[in-house]
């Protein structure tokens, strides 16, 4: 009587493992990458409250806010995890630093800008993002002239 033999060679685990790990080595940097710019798009999130703030604050008063305070947004020292700080700038600017996020060529700051003048009737009021690190920055927030941040 004759026997089959049934299973796998050495030599195909060899090459099924061979290619697992060509695999591997493209896949696990591609999320790492994935994991920092997720981490990144949090800061930039952390945006959205106070621009609703300081959109209303200048379509109500028709000027924008000195301070995020008398827009009625209160920041605070620790926002979350991968945001260090929201500040104020000028004529309704502010900024968002992110941390923790490891992101390539340092962290990333957010810097959102009003399109509206200071003074006079709107309707709306449009954003522009610009960012410090463009290879973690959000496709809104890639270049210096970018596009209106929804």
């Not at 299973?7 to 696990?28: H, K, N, P, Q, R």
């Not at 929201?86 to 941390?99: D, E, K, Y």
């Amino acid at each position: 009587m004759k026997k089959n033999m049934q299973g796998f060679t050495l030599i195909e685990l060899m090459i099924v493992i061979a290619i697992l790990g060509i695999l591997l080595a493209i896949a696990i940097p591609a999320y790492q990458d994935y994991l920092a710019r997720a981490r990144a798009s949090e800061a930039m999130l952390a945006g959205a409250p106070v621009k609703a703030a300081i959109s209303e604050f200048r379509l109500s008063n028709n000027a924008y806010p000195t301070t995020l305070a008398e827009a009625g947004y209160t920041a605070t020292a620790n926002q979350s995890k991968y945001v260090a700080s929201v500040t104020a700038g000028a004529a309704g600017a502010f900024s968002v630093a992110a941390r923790a996020t490891s992101c390539p060529g340092g962290e990333p700051t957010f810097t959102f800008t009003p399109n509206a003048p200071a003074t006079g009737a709107v309707a709306a009021v449009d954003w522009t993002c610009t960012s410090t690190n463009v290879q973690c920055a959000p496709a809104t927030c890639r270049t210096a002239a970018a596009a209106p941040a929804p």
